[in-house]
């Protein structure tokens, strides 16, 4: 009977183990099946999701090339719009490869067509730039319909691609559920099948205890089985090898005895914890470090072991995955590294350009929510070009690699140094304010003039100079670009004046608003249009009207003048130079001297602006001033020959405020003269071109900005 018995067992056993093996091999290839079909549709429209998303920053990349193109006429944004058009039609060409669908193949051909359409709008567009280089660009000139009708058709095709990814994740469910319910039913059966099969032949413990011991030998992971009172009942070769431990030396000894005690194996893990609560634990992971060998990472699972409603003991199984986290880790340093190419400049090694606007938007908003300071320098090299025409361009790109590491070097940890473009850079201060950002970059400018740089003799002076513009926020701008734009135009003019200096952005517009009293007004904000209409056609006569602006007022204060004729002197100033509005940028910006011709047109800004100003009564005060602001003491000035005390007190106050800063400023045709010089012309000129009185009255206010100044010299010098 025993022999029958055991027979059976036999037999029941073998058709039971091929049955589940047949079962679980046929459901788990159909789940492997259906997984490897959904990981590649999910990889797949993953991926088309990616590059759709890529086009449409692409495209808001490539209108704001067009756009900066079309405003400044700078040609390194064609540069960068040509650049990006590249990339774009690779992920184009990669797309069209891709789609098998007839809505895909529709979606990506109304694509192609908003991008074709969008080109031919942008390419035109630049194409008149380049033939009208001094004509403004008219507003329906910029492809904004064209770039808006691209991010919709590139929305649409991510939208199409989303839904065909959330059709094939309910198609898998689907599958993966009548799978898993079809090989329920078929276990369920075959449990059915064992349990009767069973009761017919022997006690059940005999036939698990078979499957036990199977299970422990042939499993792929190390396991250990305790009792109820946490005696070691059962460990496999893998767990032998694992932990250096045989079988029949351990099985019976209490787990403690031989796992974290003082004299056992260095495995720590809290393994009998579910003997007391009942609760499994799955995937802790667990540095087993032996006496001999490497540090192994373990993956491990601790299960209670039950029969019926009794826990008889518990299972503890480790997974040995050091090999996998060494790809982990070497795929994120791969990663890493990958991501520092993509943010890194190529010839410096610096951050770029695309990496400076975001992490400037970043620290921005850090500032706004600390309600802290960020200041943000850019610099430029002084007579690089002549450096580039002297050494060579290798000698050039040295200098820039050279210069970059100098900045690294010189500024905290916590600032970021990234190279704008060309021979420009810029510097990220974070929680720094405008004193603190001015000694930082006066101290940065005496360090690179003093560095030796190899071929700095071949420069003015011997020596590698930059131009250096400082702007903060929140005092000067708000927004990521506005802080670069004002940052740009203190750059702009410190090189503008001696070079070799830093230059803090400066607004006179807040004055502005103060002396009309009413800010939101509309004869405010028409002021402010017209003054940002010209520095948009010639930033120098911006810049000069802000300083000019800041002399006269001084001046007219040296002088006494009553509080109300002050206020109009100041007003005045601001509006001096408004026809130039009428004037061509070519002539304005021209790089040498006017012909006669050019000559008589600029001498007409005053009339021009005087008569722009006539029908504003709030303004109608301010005519005599911007009509006289360029007449001679002697009578020999224009445009009406006036002479001595018949010409307005602020215009001659104007008048010498204008000269000198005219003098101490830099233009294409001419270099800016030193400070003493321009005194000395402006002493020589005293009773023919300019009013004495006034001459006086202006070098006392020199002399006071002079003693003031933190380097002995008047801070609007440049």
């Known amino acids: ?51 759709a998303r890529g086009l449409q920053a692409s495209y808001e990349y490539m209108a704001l090339m067009v756009k900066t193109y079309l405003l400044t006429g700078e040609r390194r944004y064609v540069d960068g719009y040509q650049l990006e058009e590249e990339n774009t039609s690779r992920r184009f060409a990669g797309l069209k490869e891709s789609v098998y669908t007839d809505q895909g193949k529709k979606l990506i051909a109304d694509l192609e067509e908003k991008y074709r359409n969008f080109k031919e709008r942008a390419d035109a ?40 990814m959330e059709e094939g994740r309910r198609e898998n469910h689907r599958q993966v559920a009548m799978v898993m319910a079809v090989s329920l039913v078929v276990l369920a059966a075959g449990v059915l099948v064992v349990a009767l099969f069973l009761l017919s032949l022997s006690r059940r413990i005999r036939e698990e205890a078979g499957t036990y011991a199977m299970v422990m030998a042939s499993s792929p992971n190390a396991i250990i089985t305790v009792d109820r009172g946490g005696n070691i009942t059962g460990i496999n070769p893998l767990a032998e090898k694992l932990f250096g431990i045989k079988a029949g030396e351990v099985v019976g000894k209490k787990y403690n005895a031989v796992f974290g005690s003082a004299g056992g194996l260095p495995f720590a893990y809290p393994f009998l914890n579910v003997l007391s609560d009942g609760i499994a634990r799955y995937n802790d992971e667990y540095i087993y470090e032996p006496a001999q060998g490497g540090a192994r990472v373990l993956l491990v699972d601790s299960l209670p072991l039950s029969f019926g409603q009794r826990q008889v003991g518990a299972m503890l199984i480790a997974r040995d995955i050091t090999e996998q986290k060494a790809r982990e880790e070497l795929l994120r340093r791969e990663n890493r590294e990958l991501q520092g190419l993509a943010v890194r400049d190529a010839l410096t090694g610096l951050y770029n350009y695309r990496y400076l606007f975001d992490r400037l938007g970043d620290e921005m908003l850090r500032a706004m929510v600390e309600k802290g300071n960020l200041a943000l320098l850019m610099l430029d090299i002084d007579d690089f070009k002549q450096y580039n025409e002297a050494l060579g361009h290798p000698m050039g790109d040295d200098l820039l690699r050279q210069l970059g590491q100098v900045l690294v070097s010189s500024v905290r940890p916590t600032d970021v140094v990234a190279r704008y ?46 131009s250096t513009g400082l702007a903060v926020y929140p005092t000067n701008a708000t927004s990521t670009w506005g802080l670069v734009k004002v940052a740009d135009q203190a750059l702009y003019r410190a090189k503008g004046g001696t070079g070799n200096r830093v230059e803090p952005f400066f ?18 904000y028409m002021i402010k249009t017209l003054l940002q209409i010209i520095d948009e056609k010639d930033r120098y006569t911006y810049a000069h009207t802000e300083r000019v602006v800041r002399y006269a007022t001084m001046t007219a204060q040296e002088l006494d003048l009553p509080v109300g004729e002050t206020n109009r002197i100041r007003l005045a100033a601001f509006v001096h130079d408004l026809g130039k509005i009428r004037i061509c940028r070519h002539i304005l910006n021209k790089g040498g001297p006017l012909t006669d011709e050019e000559w008589a047109v600029v001498k007409q800004h005053p009339v021009y602006g005087a008569n722009l100003i006539r029908p504003i009564r709030a303004l109608a005060p301010l005519v005599p001033l911007v009509m006289h602001h360029h007449e001679h ?8 020959g006036l002479a001595g005390e018949d010409i307005p007190l602020g215009a001659r106050v104007i008048a010498v405020a204008a000269a000198f800063d005219a003098m101490i400023t830099g233009r294409p045709y001419r270099p800016a003269r030193p400070w003493p010089e321009a005194v000395q012309e402006l002493c020589r000129c005293a009773g023919t071109q300019f009013d004495p009185t006034v001459v006086e009255a202006f070098l006392a206010v020199l002399v006071d900005m002079k003693d003031a100044a933190p380097d002995g010299e008047p801070w609007a010098a440049g």
Do not use: C
């Open 507 to 524: 607004s006179a517009l807040p004055e502005l608003e103060l002396q009309l009293k009413n800010p939101g007004s509309p004869l405010t």
């Open 633 to 640: 003491y002697d009578g020999s000035g224009y445009p009406a």
């Open 1 to 51: 009977m025993q022999f029958q018995i055991k027979r059976n067992l036999v037999r029941g056993m073998g058709v039971i183990l091929v049955f589940l093996f047949l079962v679980g091999g046929l459901s788990l290839w159909q789940l492997q099946a259906i997984d490897r079909s959904y990981s590649t549709l999910i990889s797949e429209r993953a991926w088309k999701v990616s590059e």
């Open 421 to 466: 473009g060309g021979d420009e850079f810029a510097v990220i201060m974070p929680g720094t304010d405008g004193t603190a950002a001015r000694e930082l970059a006066e101290s940065l400018v005496q360090r690179i003039e003093n560095y030796p740089f190899p071929g700095k003799d071949r420069l003015p002076g011997k020596k590698l100079t930059v």
């Open 125 to 164: 567009a630049i194409a008149w730039k380049d033939s009208h280089p001094g004509v403004p660009v008219e507003a329906d000139m910029l492809p904004l319909s064209e770039v808006q009708g691209m991010i919709e058709a590139s929305r649409n095709f991510v939208s199409y691609q989303e839904d065909q």
